[in-house]
């Protein structure tokens, strides 16, 4: 059995690389929020991003490529042909990733409302003036990020992502960024959900290609909402890692010093992830 190469561990995902052109993409349970990993676990967390973003990617391979080699333990490497492996790991084709954070506002909310009370813009973007809080923009807008490796990601202005990796490219990212975003938001509304903003990461494949990786949609990179609770003018209730987002905030918690999150908090969010996958797939958890 090879020994395993693990090369990178983030706030949620582990990375193996399996030989030269291949990775092992692994979902932990853990949880993290205002960059920091908190000290509790979702149980089956893992399990669910994963097999949100395989749906997802199906969803969209009409309008752009994914990385994906295998989702079924039986057809991964040897070494990773295990239990803690079934159901939260994809073998995926390494790519040259893009190193920015593609991030598609449909709704103004979050970040975005607060830069836009202060200024009448969002990420350098002039949006119409009079807007309500959680507010259907009327066209989604693409507002890119750098990717920190460590502590936060940085917005920048489109020409600024220009520079980083030429017009062409930075052109034919932002046009499928948003018209993923437009398909499944269309899809999520009919289960429910409205996905108010979301972000996608693309590499290039070794002929140049442009294609989709690491995770699609999941109520870690999206915020969710129940559409049947929506209302323009207040924040909105969420399918997401917002429900303990809120927690910590009203909590004063404070990572430097962390107390134990409740029980109750656990396992209401682990029941909106899992909400999110059964509304969005149809199928039981």
Not at 187 to 214: H, P, Q, R, S
Not at 229 to 257: C, H, P, T, V
């Amino acid at each position: 059995m090879m020994k395993m190469n693990k090369i990178s561990s983030g706030k949620v995902r582990e990375i193996y690389a399996v030989d030269d052109d291949k990775l092992m993409m692994v979902v932990s349970d853990r949880i993290s929020a205002f960059d920091s990993i908190l000290p509790c676990m979702i149980s089956n967390k893992g399990q669910v991003l994963n097999k949100i973003s395989e749906f997802w990617f199906d969803y969209v391979k009409d309008i752009i490529p994914n990385d994906i080699i295998a989702t079924e333990l039986k057809d991964f490497p040897d070494e990773f042909r295990t239990p803690e492996f079934e159901g939260r790991s994809m073998l995926v084709k390494k790519l040259k990733m893009i190193p920015v954070e593609c991030i598609v506002r449909g709704y103004i909310t979050g970040s975005g409302w607060k830069s836009y009370k202060e200024t009448g813009e969002v990420c350098g973007i002039k949006l119409p003036e009079g807007l309500k809080e959680s507010e259907k923009l009327p066209e989604p807008i693409f507002t890119p990020t750098t990717k920190a490796a460590e502590g936060h990601d940085e917005n920048i202005t489109f020409e600024e992502m220009c520079n980083l990796i030429g017009k062409d490219l930075a052109e034919k990212v932002k046009a499928k960024t948003i018209e993923i975003y437009k398909k499944c938001a269309d899809y999520a509304l009919t289960k429910g959900i409205i996905i108010a903003d979301t972000k996608f990461e693309f590499g290039l494949d070794e002929n140049g290609n442009l294609v989709l990786g690491d995770e699609v949609l999941t109520p870690d990179s999206s915020r969710f909402w129940p559409a049947d609770d929506y209302e323009i003018g207040r924040s909105q209730k969420s399918f997401d890692k917002q429900f303990m987002r809120d927690w910590l905030k009203a909590n004063n918690w404070d990572a430097k010093n962390p107390t134990p999150i409740p029980q109750d908090v656990v396992d209401t969010t682990r029941a909106k992830y899992i909400e999110a996958y059964e509304r969005l797939t149809g199928k039981k958890f």
